[in-house]
């Protein structure tokens, strides 16, 4: 199966800095998708991004297939973003792999 | 939102003793899907459906059952539960109208003593 490796493990920001958080697979997926999880535990899905660039917010996303990465930009950070980010890809059509985080602490 | 709910939201029980955990759907989507969470590990799949009475196993399956007899629920349930099964599980469901995007419930944290 695939592996999924994200990176940095742990990221310290103060409000308002700007971060990137890489999401490197071992072989081609056909879905890629980034998590956020809160520090009460809830996940919940931030974009679904198995190509190209997409943008929400402060929060966007770009996959480049061909190179087995992806990045995730958080820009102009709040408290409000802190906990796990996950990224995680399909194999065989119905079952995510996950990786296992990064973890974000914004400080005011 | 995409209406799941996990019940119980906390559990605490011995080695050895059987445990079912419930995950509820109210908006009739046909996949489901149990994951465990632990420190240093992430996410990972325990079983699955994509139907009902239909299953299959994730990559971490040993120990655990599951079964769906209705649409709306998937149980899983842990026949004589160890202290390595002390984990929070989630429960997540593929929306029909998003294929390709995964939601989950609020979780279980399980503690096997």
């Known amino acids: 199966g695939i592996q999924v490796e994200q990176s940095p493990p742990d990221l310290i920001l103060q409000e308002g800095a700007n971060s990137t958080l890489r999401c490197n697979f071992s072989?081609?997926?056909?879905?890629l998708q980034w998590f956020h999880q809160n520090p009460w535990g809830q996940l919940i899905n931030l974009f679904y991004?198995?190509?190209g660039t997409k943008q929400n917010g402060r929060l966007s996303a770009t996959t480049v297939a061909t190179e087995r990465y992806s990045l995730l930009y958080i820009s102009s950070s709040q408290t409000t973003d802190s906990g796990v980010y996950f990224c995680?890809?399909?194999?065989?059509?119905?079952?995510?792999?996950f990786g296992t985080g990064t973890r974000l602490q914004v400080f005011p | 939102d995409a209406g799941i709910t996990q019940s119980p939201r906390h559990k605490v029980t011995e080695t050895g003793t059987p445990v079912t955990l419930r995950c509820h759907q109210t908006?009739?989507?046909?996949?489901m899907y149990w994951y465990r969470q632990d420190p240093g590990h992430g996410l990972r799949l325990i079983h699955y459906?994509?139907?009902?009475?239909?299953?299959d196993k994730g990559e971490v399956s040993d120990g655990y059952s599951v079964s769906r007899s209705k649409t709306e629920d998937f149980l899983l349930t842990l026949e004589s539960a160890t202290s390595s099964q002390t984990s929070v599980y989630f429960c997540a469901i593929t929306s029909d109208r998003a294929p390709d995007t995964q939601y989950f419930g609020p979780g279980t944290r399980l503690t096997v003593l």
């Open positions: 072989d081609s997926v056909n879905n």
């Open positions: 995680a890809a399909y194999y065989n059509t119905d079952k995510l792999i």
């Open positions: 908006e009739n989507h046909r996949y």
């Open positions: 991004i198995p190509s």
């Open positions: 459906s994509y139907g009902v009475k239909d299953t």
